[in-house]
C-alpha cells in the first residue's frame, strides 16, 4: 500500500517525515500546480469548497504518480471540512479509482476512530511508538514554521530582492533532511543563521497582518503567495495561522504564541460564539494585530466559505472602530493574477501613505495593552 496526501504548504514535509518513521509507504504528490486545480474543478461540485478541489487535484496526481490508498484529516464542526474525505472518496471512485481513503479524525473528539484508523496503517506499532516518532517530527515541523514565521519578519529588510526567500528554502532543505533530535535542533539553528546572514538595510517597515481561512493562507500556490509580494514591497508580515498552531494540542501555539483564549477573548466583543473553521480565530486576531500597531489587515477566504463570511461581514466594523484598512480577497477558480496584483499594489500605496502621514491607529478607541509597541513612523520604505 502506498499513501498519498494531499498539499498545504510544507505539511508534506511533516507528514512525510511521520510515515516514514513509522514504516508507512507513501507518495508526495507533484506541488499544487495549475493543472491540479484544473483536475480538481473538473471533478468536484461547482460549489464545493475551493480548498476541496484543490486537494482532490493532490489526490488524483498522487494516484496518477503510483498511490494506490489515501490518508486526509477528518473534522469537527458546522463547516464542510469533515466531509472532505468522504466526498473525495466518492467522486474518485466514480472516475475510476477506487482506493481506499483513510480518515485520520482529531484524537480528542474520537479517540477510537483514530486508533482504528492507526492500526490499519501500522498493524506493527503501538501507541507508545507513535507518540515516541510524533514527538519529533512535531518538533521538525514547528521549526519549520519558526522559520516561515522568521522569513515573513525580516524580509522587508533585505538589500537585494529574493535574498530572503533563497535563504528560507535553503533553511527549510536542511531541516526536510534531518532526522535525528539533535540533527533538527543543529538544523534549525543553522537555518537561522542563513536568514540572519542576508544582507540588510536599515529602514521602518509597515506592519500587515494576514488572517482568514487556514488552508487559503497555508498554501502559497493558492494564495498568490501575497506574504512574499509584500514582504519584497517592504511590508513587515505576520500571518495568523500556521499547521502546528492549528493542529496543536496545547494551549500556546507553538509559533505565533497566542493561546486560544488569548484569540477568542479578543474576538469576544464582535463574535462570542463557534461559527466553524476559523471564523472567530479571524477575528481574534484581526483585533490582536490592530494591538500590536499593524497598519493594515489582509483577509484571505475561499469563495462560499460559511465561517469567513461570517467573519467578513463583521471585519468592516472593525475597520470603522480601529480605523485600519483591511483588503478582502476571495479567492477561487476563476481569481486571476494580475487582479490579485492590482488590488495588493492598491492596499499596498494606501497602507504607505497612512504611514507616511502617521495616520496611526485612533488610541482613545483601544483599550492598549503594548502601547509602546507602535512603531515611529519611517521614510525609508521600499
Ligand atoms: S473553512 Fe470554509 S473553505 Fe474550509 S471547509 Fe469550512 S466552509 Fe469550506
Not at 11 to 19: E, K, M, R, T
Not at 31 to 49: D, F, N, Q
Not at 293 to 298: K, L, S
Request: net charge positive; with cysteine; glycine share 8%.
Amino acid at each position: 500500500m502506498r499513501l498519498t496526501f494531499p498539499h498545504m504548504g510544507n505539511a508534506y514535509i511533516f507528514v512525510g517525515d511521520l510515515l516514514r518513521r513509522l514504516d508507512v509507504e507513501f507518495i508526495v504528490p507533484p506541488k499544487t500546480s495549475t493543472r491540479t486545480i484544473e483536475l480538481g474543478v473538473r471533478y468536484a461540485p461547482e460549489l464545493a469548497c475551493f480548498p476541496l478541489k484543490v486537494t482532490l487535484g493532490n489526490f488524483i496526481e498522487g494516484i496518477e504518480a503510483g498511490a494506490d490508498a489515501g490518508i486526509m484529516i477528518g473534522g469537527v464542526g458546522p463547516c464542510r471540512f469533515g466531509y472532505y474525505a468522504e466526498t473525495q472518496r466518492r467522486i474518485l471512485r466514480q472516475i475510476g479509482y477506487d482506493i481506499p481513503m483513510y480518515i485520520l479524525e482529531p484524537p480528542t473528539a474520537h479517540p477510537l476512530k483514530f486508533y482504528r484508523v492507526f492500526k490499519q496503517l501500522c498493524p506493527k506499532k503501538t501507541l507508545r511508538h507513535l507518540w515516541k516518532e510524533l514527538r519529533i517530527s512535531w518538533k521538525k515541523a514547528v521549526f519549520i514554521e519558526k522559520i516561515e514565521a522568521y522569513a515573513l519578519k525580516v524580509r522587508c529588510f533585505e538589500k537585494d530582492l529574493g535574498s530572503t526567500t533563497k535563504a528560507k528554502k535553503r533553511a527549510i532543505s536542511l531541516l526536510e533532511n534531518a532526522f535525528s533530535e539533535t540533527e533538527i535542533e543543529k538544523a534549525f539553528e543553522e537555518g537561522l543563521g542563513l536568514l540572519n546572514q542576508v544582507e540588510k538595510e536599515d529602514r521602518v517597515a509597515p506592519k500587515i497582518g494576514i488572517v482568514g481561512e487556514f488552508f487559503i493562507l497555508l498554501e502559497p500556490y493558492v494564495n498568490f503567495d501575497i506574504e512574499t509580494i509584500l514582504g519584497e514591497m517592504g511590508f513587515y508580515i505576520e500571518r495568523s495561522v500556521f499547521l502546528t498552531d492549528w493542529i496543536n494540542p496545547g494551549t500556546k501555539a507553538p509559533v505565533t504564541g497566542h493561546s486560544k483564549d488569548e484569540v477568542l477573548n479578543a474576538a469576544a466583543p464582535y463574535l462570542s460564539h463557534f461559527v466553524g473553521g476559523d471564523g472567530r480565530q479571524t477575528i481574534g486576531h484581526s483585533i490582536l494585530f490592530i494591538k500590536e500597531g499593524f497598519e493594515g489587515i489582509v483577509h484571505l477566504l475561499p469563495f462560499t466559505c460559511m465561517p469567513e463570511l461570517i467573519a467578513k461581514s463583521i471585519l468592516p466594523k472593525i475597520s470603522y472602530d480601529f480605523d485600519i484598512p483591511f483588503l478582502y480577497l476571495v479567492i477561487d477558480e476563476q481569481t486571476g493574477r494580475a487582479g490579485i496584483q492590482t488590488r495588493i499594489e492598491a492596499f499596498a500605496d494606501l497602507v504607505r501613505q497612512r504611514h507616511l502621514k502617521n495616520i496611526l491607529p485612533k488610541k482613545d478607541k483601544i483599550n492598549w495593552t503594548q502601547k509602546g509597541k507602535i512603531q515611529p513612523v519611517g521614510v525609508n520604505i521600499r
